[in-house]
């Protein structure tokens, strides 16, 4: 099976394995009638098709511009007692929450991307609603819900860093389909940026 832009059917989900370069930012998931999964990234032009899921997350860019170490650590400061408390309620490493947050919007409240996603942990709208987060703006409520959505990806797969992070990023449902990190090049990116940063100790 090639890995050409368009349509990637799948029977057997290893076979989209080697498949490294997804041209667009979304990769939609689609069931046909009987239950195969289908992974493109557009819609289709013919066929019964149900989407079911849209995989990944563009971050926040923009907000990292300009910025220096020296500038990033008194952004990252300000909200050490909020990742402190949180990591501590969810049973998450500070500092994996402060790399996290650093790759998503170097730890810009106000940042947005492409796709929508807001605040310090880049929460989509749908997933802050399911979190009871009211304002993603608001730095307590979206570390918090962050917090606990990553809390919640880790325990899913079994504390591997790895696999909960790529499912922040993805979704668990990729994560579970690919059982490893999808290949997705946003998410494999984004997983060894975070591992790059990550140490176990507290912010």
Known sequence: MGCTRGWRAVVLLAALLPCTAFADDWIY????????????????????????????????TASCAGQTSQSLAARAARYAPFINKYAAAHDVPPALVSAVMRVESCYDFRAVSRSGARGLMQLMPETARHLGVHDSFDAEQNIAGGVRYLGMMLKRFNHDVRLGLAAYNAGPEAVEAFKDVPPFPDTVSYVKRILKLYQPKDV
Do not use: E, F
């Open 29 to 60: 998931v689609y069931r046909q009638d009987g239950g195969v999964r289908t992974y493109s990234d557009r819609k289709p032009s013919q066929g019964s098709y149900t989407r079911i899921a849209r995989l990944g997350r563009p971050t926040a």
